[in-house]
């Protein structure tokens, strides 16, 4: 039985979508997968009741910025964590300006992701990636194989995406029990880094429309798929018409693209 947060006095959110790591050796492994020095930046989405934010200020690092939607689990970590390296901001992750943060960059990213804005989580990291070095999120076992998936199901849009943007590498599997209240989906460590010297995308907005129009109903082929748009087919061989998206890799879909942007 997964033991309860450390207060009884507050309660665990089902709209914050809290689940609170209680395997007190995970947030260790968690941290031996990153590089940490004197001089490092980390942040964590969603504090929680501290289990990982405690195992991070027991690092020689220069600052801990912790962002926590929910101002009851701010306060008790604030008051359970003194630390002059500890700067908890009591905002939702998809709402922060990450400005203040430019200063003491590269940031390396640590946090047990809210399962239901993974994705928009994600999003927001792309957009930021110039101030990360690396970082391990904790995801659904699901989201996780979609992140790093080559082809099959469950490969398309957001396996492209993210994987454009960062290097992935699976880590462990976590079980329900190592939470409480305990989900009812396996966990998944992942590292991730950003990928430096990006390859040129022509068009890189439109691309991504594209990517997601080409795996719009990815059991269906791509002349299927495409029909209803605007784009010139008759640029495309036949046989690779007749191809479904998901059998396809990134450098295909970039060859495709050079052929019908026009």
Same mark, same amino acid.
Not at 21 to 27: D, F, Q, T, V, Y
Not at 119 to 130: H, K, M, S, Y
Not at 156 to 170: C, D, I, K, P
């Given at each position: =039985?997964?033991? +309860? &947060?450390?207060?009884?006095? #507050?309660?665990?959110?089902?709209?914050?979508?809290? @689940?609170?790591?209680? %395997? /007190?050796? $995970?947030?260790?492994?968690?941290?031996?997968?990153?590089?940490?020095?004197?001089?490092?930046?980390?942040?964590?989405?969603?504090?929680?009741?501290?289990?990982?934010?405690?195992?991070?200020?027991?690092?020689?690092?220069?600052?801990?910025?912790?962002?926590? $939607?929910?101002?009851?689990?701010?306060?008790?970590? +604030?008051?359970?964590?003194?630390?002059?390296?500890?700067?908890? @901001?009591? /905002?939702?992750?998809?709402?922060?300006?990450?400005?203040?943060?430019? &200063?003491?960059?590269?940031?390396?990213?640590?946090? %047990?992701?809210?399962? +239901? $804005?993974?994705?928009?989580?994600?999003?927001?990291?792309? /957009?930021?990636?110039?101030?990360?070095?690396?970082?391990?999120? =904790?995801?659904?076992?699901?989201?996780? +194989?979609?992140?790093?998936?080559?082809?099959?199901?469950?490969?398309?849009?957001?396996?492209?995406?993210?994987?454009?943007?960062?290097?992935?590498? =699976?880590?462990?599997?976590?079980?329900?029990?190592?939470?409480?209240?305990?989900?009812?989906? *396996?966990?998944?460590?992942?590292?991730?880094?950003?990928?430096? *010297?990006?390859?040129?995308?022509?068009?890189?907005?439109?691309?991504?429309?594209?990517?997601?129009?080409?795996?719009?109903?990815?059991?269906?082929?791509?002349?299927? %798929?495409?029909?209803?748009?605007?784009?010139?087919?008759?640029? #495309?061989?036949?046989?690779?018409?007749?191809?479904?998206?998901?059998?396809?890799? =990134?450098?295909?879909?970039?060859? #495709?693209?050079?052929? $019908?942007?026009?």
């Amino acid at each position: =039985m997964a033991k +309860q &947060p450390f207060s009884d006095s #507050i309660a665990v959110k089902k709209k914050y979508g809290q @689940h609170f790591l209680r %395997n /007190e050796a $995970i947030p260790y492994r968690i941290i031996d997968a990153v590089t940490l020095g004197p001089d490092s930046s980390v942040f964590e989405i969603g504090c929680g009741d501290g289990v990982l934010t405690k195992a991070i200020l027991e690092q020689k690092i220069a600052r801990l910025w912790v962002y926590e $939607i929910d101002p009851e689990w701010a306060a008790y970590v +604030q008051k359970k964590l003194p630390d002059p390296r500890l700067t908890i @901001h009591l /905002e939702n992750i998809l709402d922060v300006d990450f400005a203040p943060m430019v &200063p003491y960059k590269p940031w390396v990213l640590l946090a %047990n992701l809210p399962y +239901q $804005i993974t994705f928009p989580i994600l999003f927001r990291l792309v /957009e930021n990636r110039d101030l990360l070095a690396e970082g391990v999120i =904790m995801v659904q076992e699901e989201v996780a +194989q979609k992140i790093v998936k080559t082809s099959g199901r469950g490969y398309g849009f957001s396996s492209l995406f993210f994987q454009y943007h960062f290097e992935w590498t =699976m880590m462990e599997k976590v079980p329900p029990g190592a939470f409480f209240p305990p989900p009812k989906v *396996n966990s998944r460590l992942l590292h991730f880094r950003p990928r430096k *010297n990006l390859k040129e995308i022509p068009q890189a907005e439109l691309f991504w429309k594209f990517i997601k129009l080409i795996f719009h109903q990815p059991r269906r082929t791509i002349k299927n %798929n495409l029909s209803q748009t605007h784009y010139d087919l008759s640029r #495309i061989d036949a046989q690779l018409q007749a191809k479904r998206a998901q059998q396809l890799s =990134m450098n295909d879909l970039l060859a #495709i693209w050079e052929l $019908i942007r026009v």
